[in-house]
């Protein structure tokens, strides 16, 4: 009998739920760029909308190189982030913090393009606690997304959809329909994201923070997740093995038209039992 974690590799690909492609890290961050290329360029200077990740990230100094070598016009382009960090106060962390999401995505996209093709600032833009139906109704006034190109939490998270808690009464069907919103992070996340990028400095990490919600991100037309860390290969196989729930959120990829999820040869290849 299959089981999540039992199975070998070649067991795991052929019963996975959602499609799955095998590349290296390097090539998965280079088909996260040449993908958003290839879609702005089939617009053919139409509108192009993307719900854009900040984890993984280096998918966007390709992209940048990208844009500028083949000269592609960003000005009808939106790109939607799917998160951001929380401060004690409610308020977005600030700009000049570690960890801004904001931050990043200045200085490794957009301050990376030639400013004749980069978008202008109204086009660059993250949810805002008190603002989130606004934020909801934009996308959805535009069309919503062409393409999300994102990684999966430790815990299954997409964006910072974080799992209910078992006793929390929220149905899969009402769960995959949360829009935009505030919560707190969960344990597992802080401990991960907190081990990785903030130097173990757990007391000081970040607990809150504003996502968008698995109904925007169902939405795209395009969905695909990159799972490049060793650290990915438990929630792999639970997203493509088990039923989709709302206790993997990525697991709904499973109920997607077009959805694909990209994996490393060491994560298919590795039994631990």
Known sequence: MLTTYTCSGDDFLRQSRIPVRVLSPDAMFYDMARTMADII???????????CPVGPVLQYPEFAKIVNAERISLKNVWFFNMDEYLGEDGA??????????????DK????RIDPE???????????QPGHETEYDAALEALGGADACLTGVGINGHIAFNEPPAPDDPVTDEAYAALGTRCL????????????????GALEIFP???VTLGLRQLLAS?????????DWQWGIMRRIALEPASRFAPASFLQRHPNAEMVVTPELVSRRLL
């Open 184 to 199: 707190p992070l969960a344990p597992e996340t802080i401990v991960n994201n907190g081990a990785r990028m903030f130097g």
């Open 221 to 229: 037309r395009l969905l695909r997740v990159y799972l490049p860390g």
């Open 117 to 127: 093709l980069v978008m202008p600032p109204e086009q660059r833009l993250f949810p």
């Open 41 to 51: 360029k089939a617009k053919n200077g139409g509108r192009a909308v993307f719900i």
């Open 207 to 209: 607990k809150r923070c």
């Open 108 to 111: 490794l996209v957009y301050s």
């Open 92 to 105: 977005l962390i600030s700009h000049s913090h570690p960890l801004s999401f904001r931050a990043t995505m």
